[in-house]
């Protein structure tokens, strides 16, 4: 049986709805974060739910935590058979403004954080012929605008998962990509844009969303049991997808509408 899962950013929003949602099936969890106070928290509700684990400090910049972290999933758990690489950061803006900071920022945690997870735990998935669960978002495939660093970072995420889907056939480790729109999280604690007036829409895009990140804990934890590469959680996310493939102008012009309506917004409250 296997029933030990490792998560990073388990410390709120989606990382810690998917451990309660493993939980509750009783499995053991290591949980990661940079937020100390909001593991401690998980870890107090994944042991309500009949789950139990430990959790450990982790920035997934720092490929030393991310190896540190699996030597202790060894020692404590004898192993792991899932990694969820959920750690992530909004940031949004026009591309002029985005700085090469803000670009670093983005692909060091969404993108290179995903890598370095990927890569620290390999050894032990392969023992246990376990699964890989990476976190991208719809932004990966639709490519929305005033977000660039963050759609090319998640769209790395997609790439990424796709090769190992194709190489880790080979050692009998599953992958899977999850591509969440908008939901109702706390992704923007972290979020860095240009303006307030960028946070604010963004924010009433969260704010919009009908489906919580519970919803999306239990839809991930349905599509992972059917063994399903790529997982989109919304409706509108999964028909947004489909135009795209069959008629990918459509959505490009959508995208060049929706950029020149947030530059006139942005006009009128300047």
């Not at 803000?102 to 392969?126: H, R, T, Y």
């Amino acid at each position: 049986m296997q029933n030990r899962m490792m998560i990073t950013g388990a410390g709120s929003g989606l990382g810690r709805e998917i451990a309660l949602r493993w939980a509750r099936d009783g499995w053991k969890l290591a949980l990661a974060d940079v937020n100390e106070a909001g593991l401690a928290e998980t870890l107090k509700l994944v042991r309500e739910a009949g789950g139990d684990g430990f959790t450990q400090r982790c920035d997934v910049r720092d490929y030393s935590q991310l190896t540190a972290l699996a030597q202790a999933c060894d020692e404590k758990l004898g192993g792991i058979d899932v990694i969820v690489n959920n750690a992530g950061v909004a940031s949004g803006g026009f591309f002029g403004e985005l700085s090469l900071e803000d670009w670093d920022w983005q692909i060091s945690i969404n993108l290179m954080g995903v890598v370095k997870g990927c890569k620290a735990f390999l050894p032990l998935l392969e023992r246990s012929k376990g699964r890989i669960i990476n976190i991208a978002s719809m932004a990966a495939l639709m490519q929305g605008p005033a977000m660039s660093n963050y759609n090319v970072a998640k769209a790395g995420v997609v790439a990424l998962s796709e090769s190992l889907l194709a190489e880790l056939t080979l050692v009998d480790v599953k992958v899977h990509v999850v591509c969440p729109s908008f939901f109702q999280t706390n992704l923007l604690d972290s979020f860095r844009g240009p303006s307030p007036e960028m946070k604010s829409q963004v924010g009433k895009l969260l704010e919009g969303s009908p489906i919580s990140a519970a919803d999306i804990a239990d839809y991930i934890h349905q599509e992972v049991a059917r063994d399903s590469f790529m997982i989109l959680p919304h409706e509108q996310g999964r028909m947004a997808w489909q135009i795209k493939q069959q008629n990918p102008q459509a959505i490009y012009d959508e995208m060049a509408k929706m950029a020149a309506k947030m530059q006139a917004k942005r006009g009128n409250a300047a």
